[in-house]
């Protein structure tokens, strides 16, 4: 049996047509809606969900195309817009009966709750992001050969077919290739969590790709439109990122700064899954969020 968030109860949600959220839910009081990243589940909150459930009703999804939850093709290019996501995600709450909430992403998680945040600003009341820069912003500053770094953007994003082929050829690899790569302490997912982050990305590689290919199609669309408009977060914003903003040679919070007007900028010592790595930093980050 794979692992679980413990004393949460499990459920799927529907969101959209034919569309379902596998999502644990578990304690009591204002709603905080937590969204994992890549190439991940919903587990990877399960140590902040935990603490957070003590005095939070806790909502942790698998996005869609991840996971547990339902796959739909992308026929037509807008199945994983990030737009098309962040409404799945309101849907969820609503479903579950809250009009409000405060909303944490992960990095693909944190594209969708931002764009939760510019689309439902009624909805989300704070909003934290962790570890990932603005759509726009991500491919500008990626140039040169530090954007090395980041191949699997550029592979992701060409069109479909070849991608999906050459990663569905050895998943295990390309994805355990990215959580050893980007986390800063091995122990921190122990061996029954990878090997369930491992299979749910096995049977999610068209999904994935499609989520990755839309954040260099209509995500970048719908994001420069924004910045024309000058629409910016209105809520509370916590963004929480490693300390990679010099080395790679920009100013994070500054990038930030221009999409959120109530801005904290934090640095955090670990590797990416900073949820997993350093949950003690992430709950105190959250907490104090949720107190602004």
Known sequence: ??????????????VADGVALH???????????LLHGFPQTHLMWRHVAA??????????????????????????GTRYAKRTMAADVVAL??????????????????????????DHPRAVTHLAVLDVLPILDMWDVLHGVDAA???????????????????GAAPDAFFG?????????PQAQPADVRAAYLRASREAVTSIVADYRAS??????????????????????????????TALGYDAAGLWGAWAADLEHRTVTSGHFMAEEAPAEVVAALRALLAR
């Open 216 to 245: 260099a199609g209509i995500d970048v669309t719908d994001d420069t439109a924004d910045r024309a408009a000058g629409n910016r977060l209105a809520m509370p914003v916590t963004v929480l990122q490693q300390d990679w903003g």
């Open 93 to 118: 709450a609503r479903t579950l009966g809250h009009e409000q909430f405060a909303l944490a992403g992960h990095d693909r998680g944190a594209l969708v709750a931002v764009r939760a945040g510019l």
């Open 177 to 185: 290739h990215f959580l050893d790569a980007w986390g800063g302490d």
């Open 149 to 167: 770094v980041a191949f699997h953007l550029y592979l992701m994003a060409q069109p479909p077919g070849l991608p999906e082929r050459l990663i």
């Open 23 to 33: 999502t644990a839910v578990g304690g009591s009081g204002s709603p905080v809606v």
């Open 51 to 76: 603490d957070l459930a003590a005095d939070h009703t806790v909502i942790c999804p698998d996005l869609r195309g991840y996971g547990d939850s339902d796959k739909p093709a992308d026929v037509d």
């Open 1 to 14: 049996m794979e692992p679980r968030i413990s004393g949460f109860d499990y459920q799927r949600v529907t």
